[in-house]
C-alpha cells in the first residue's frame, strides 16, 4: 500500500520510500536480492530507497581481505557475512542509519563512478543541512567530518540495477569499529555526527537524508510498506 508522496519535485522518476526500523542484515539482505530480481525481470518497477538501522553485525566485501578483521572469522560471534557488494570490511549496528538504494541506472546514468559520487552527495548533503562541514578524500570512497569516516560506501550493479549502499554513522557504539580495519584503511578514524553534534538522534536525521536523496536524484519520493 502506498500512501500520499512526501516530496514531490516536478518532472521526475518515482522512487518507493521503505522506512523501517532495526532489521537483521541477512533479512534485508534477501530482500535487496528480491527487490533486485524483480527489477531484472520487470525493468518498469519504480526504484527502491531502503532506510534502516542493523543489530550488530560485520559485513566483507566480495574480495575483502581476511587479514582486516582482529578477531577469527570462524567464531560464531560476531556476526559476519561475506556478501557481493565492493570495499572491504565495515561494521553496522544500531545508531547507524543505513541505506538501500534499488535504483535502474538506466534511468539516471550509466556510470558507476558517477553513481558513487552521487551517494556521497547525499551524504555530503545531508551534513550541510545540519550545518557541519563534510568533505571527500582524494581515491578513496566515502564522507569524511574533521578527518573522521562518517559515512561509508559499498555497492553492487547488476544489469545497471544497483543494491547495497551507504551507512551514515549517527550516534552508534563505536567500540565495534575496533574489531575491524574499517574498509582497510588503517590511519583514518572512524567518527559519529554525535560527536559533532551531543545528543543527535537517528530519528532526527532520517527526513534529512530522505530530501537530500531526493534532490541528489532527482526522483520523487513516496512511502511504501511493500
Not at 47 to 64: N, R, S
Not at 199 to 222: K, Y
Amino acid at each position: 500500500m502506498v500512501s500520499p508522496l512526501i516530496h514531490q519535485p516536478l518532472n521526475t522518476q518515482a522512487c518507493l520510500l521503505l522506512d523501517w526500523g532495526q532489521v537483521p542484515y541477512s533479512q534485508a539482505w534477501e530482500i535487496q536480492q528480491k527487490l533486485v530480481q524483480e527489477r531484472r525481470d520487470q525493468a518498469d518497477l519504480p526504484d527502491v530507497l531502503i532506510l534502516l538501522e542493523h543489530p550488530p553485525v560485520y559485513t566483507l566485501g566480495m574480495g575483502a581481505k581476511l587479514e582486516f578483521l582482529k578477531f577469527d572469522p570462524r567464531q560464531t560471534q560476531p556476526e559476519l557475512h561475506r556478501v557481493e557488494r565492493g570495499g572491504e570490511v565495515t561494521y553496522h549496528c544500531p545508531g547507524q542509519l543505513v541505506g538501500y538504494p534499488i535504483l535502474n541506472l538506466r534511468r539516471h546514468q550509466q556510470d558507476l563512478h558517477w553513481y558513487l559520487r552521487q551517494l556521497e552527495e547525499v551524504l555530503l548533503g545531508v551534513l550541510e543541512v545540519l550545518g557541519l562541514k563534510g568533505s571527500r578524500v582524494p581515491g578513496m570512497t566515502g564522507v569524511w567530518v574533521d578527518g573522521c569516516k562518517v559515512g561509508a560506501i559499498g555497492i553492487k550493479v547488476s544489469r545497471w540495477i544497483t543494491m547495497h549502499g551507504f551507512a551514515l554513522n549517527v550516534c552508534p557504539d563505536l567500540a565495534g569499529f575496533g574489531q575491524i580495519v574499517p574498509c582497510g584503511i588503517p590511519d583514518r578514524p572512524v567518527g559519529s555526527l554525535e560527536q559533532f553534534i551531543p545528543g543527535i538522534e537517528v530519528d532526527q536525521v532520517r527526513s534529512i537524508l530522505v530530501a537530500e536523496f531526493a534532490r541528489v536524484f532527482a526522483v520523487e519520493i513516496v512511502r511504501s510498506n511493500v
